[in-house]
């Protein structure tokens, strides 16, 4: 009698742990806790909860790599089908990227990592639409910059400078609306100015200077 009620208590827990499962509200929306393989598979795709057809918590997305559901992806909203706190993953566990997305909208900050350290690659940000806005930084596997852009509009706009691995800067260029349009310079491992000039639309114009340990040696006009 004790292992048939046992049985009893184990297909009413499992029944009630299915029904709760992959449910839908009134008006038809996901509600509750909602899982989904693999088509074809008994392998997990992505787990997570909705309230009334927006996603609520945190949800957790996965790879099929060998059979087997990897972590690649998780999301955490901050508000029920808004903005979430998003995180990448490599198939070794390793963190990826880490940001915030606005549905499919990378928005706010936003940090890449190195492949074989968790060391910044690449720190950018975004406006609500999506578009790149501000500095962007991309750094050596040292932790040094090694270039540092501005950002309008998604488009580059204003000085781009790039750094060598002993924080020399080595080059700068200006941008306005996504073209080369300014004044740029050239510099040596030494940060010795050895060439300096203006682009116009993306093409040099007027006079360039290239220099020899700090002395002007030629001087060039271009014309686009």
């Given at each position: 009698?004790?292992?048939?009620?046992?049985?009893?208590?184990?297909?009413?827990?499992?029944?009630?742990?299915?029904?709760?499962?992959?449910?839908?509200?009134?008006?038809?929306?996901?509600?509750g806790?909602?899982?989904k393989?693999?088509d074809?598979t008994?392998?997990?795709?992505f787990?997570g909860e909705?309230?009334?057809?927006?996603?609520?918590?945190l949800?957790?997305?996965?790879?099929?790599?060998?059979?087997k559901?990897?972590?690649?992806?998780t999301?955490?909203?901050?508000?029920?089908?808004?903005?979430?706190?998003?995180?990448?993953?490599a198939?070794?566990?390793?963190?990826i990227?880490?940001?915030?997305?606005?549905?499919?909208?990378?928005?706010?900050?936003?940090?890449?990592?190195q492949k074989?350290?968790?060391?910044?690659?690449?720190?950018?940000?975004f406006d609500d639409?999506?578009n790149?806005?501000?500095?962007?930084?991309?750094?050596?596997?040292?932790?040094?910059v090694?270039?540092?852009?501005?950002?309008?509009?998604?488009?580059l706009?204003?000085?781009?400078?790039w750094?060598?691995e002993?924080?020399?800067?080595?080059?700068?260029?200006?941008?306005?609306?996504?073209?080369?349009h300014?004044?740029s310079k050239?510099y040596?491992?030494?940060?010795?100015?050895?060439?300096?000039?203006?682009?116009?639309?993306?093409?040099?114009d007027?006079?360039?200077?290239?220099?020899e340990?700090?002395?002007?040696?030629?001087?060039?006009?271009?014309?686009?």
């Amino acid at each position: 009698m004790k292992y048939i009620v046992t049985y009893i208590l184990l297909i009413l827990v499992f029944s009630v742990s299915a029904q709760t499962i992959n449910q839908l509200d009134e008006n038809g929306k996901q509600h509750g806790v909602w899982k989904k393989n693999f088509d074809g598979t008994n392998i997990l795709r992505f787990e997570g909860e909705f309230h009334h057809g927006k996603e609520i918590g945190l949800f957790r997305f996965y790879q099929n790599i060998n059979g087997k559901a990897v972590l690649a992806a998780t999301r955490e909203f901050l508000e029920p089908g808004t903005k979430a706190n998003v995180t990448f993953f490599a198939s070794t566990g390793k963190l990826i990227s880490e940001g915030q997305m606005n549905g499919k909208t990378y928005v706010g900050e936003w940090k890449y990592y190195q492949k074989d350290s968790n060391k910044l690659l690449t720190l950018e940000h975004f406006d609500d639409s999506g578009n790149l806005t501000g500095e962007r930084f991309i750094y050596y596997t040292t932790g040094q910059v090694s270039q540092k852009e501005n950002y309008k509009k998604g488009k580059l706009d204003g000085i781009s400078v790039w750094y060598s691995e002993d924080n020399v800067v080595i080059k700068e260029y200006t941008y306005v609306d996504g073209v080369l349009h300014g004044p740029s310079k050239f510099y040596d491992p030494k940060g010795q100015l050895i060439a300096e000039g203006f682009y116009k639309k993306d093409q040099k114009d007027g006079i360039w200077k290239y220099y020899e340990n700090g002395k002007l040696i030629k001087e060039k006009k271009t014309s686009n």
